[in-house]
């Protein structure tokens, strides 16, 4: 999937003091999933993470996890038809670590589906990196 420069990014970031104006996608993913600037703090990234799976762009992923829990590969959910983020809390735990607690919707085969996760991510040598995970409310097994 390609994105328009001018058109408004996929992860619904709007203008800062004016909510009703969304960001275009060369002023808030695309400029660090193209690579034409560092991404500045977690809630950047994780936002053009979710732009990536949007796009599909396994490349931004990887490249953006983790070395320490990193797959090897990613596949992705055939079909999957996103519908909207929803970033509830950014906190930057110290310089280079912080939380970005978010709730993206989707819907697959014509059922809706709801991804509430707490991220990790850790910046190493000045870039941020996800690192991992957790849903509120659901056990571990």
Not at 87 to 112: K, N, P, S, T, W
């Amino acid at each position: 999937m390609t994105q328009q420069a001018d058109a408004p990014c996929l992860c619904g970031r709007t203008a800062p003091g004016a909510p009703a104006r969304r960001l275009s996608w060369r002023h808030c993913c695309g400029r660090w999933i193209d690579r034409a600037a560092s991404v500045p703090d977690a809630e950047s990234l994780m936002r053009s993470r979710y732009s990536a799976f949007v796009r599909e762009d396994a490349a931004w992923l990887l490249a953006t996890w983790h070395a320490s829990t990193r797959p090897a590969r990613l596949d992705f959910e055939s079909g999957a038809q996103w519908l909207g983020l929803e970033v509830r809390r950014h906190r930057l735990i110290d310089a280079d670590h912080a939380e970005v607690e978010f709730v993206a919707r989707y819907r697959l085969a014509g059922r809706a589906v709801r991804l509430h996760e707490r991220s990790r991510f850790a910046r190493e040598a000045g870039q941020w990196f996800y690192v991992d995970g957790d849903q509120p409310g659901q056990k571990n097994q």
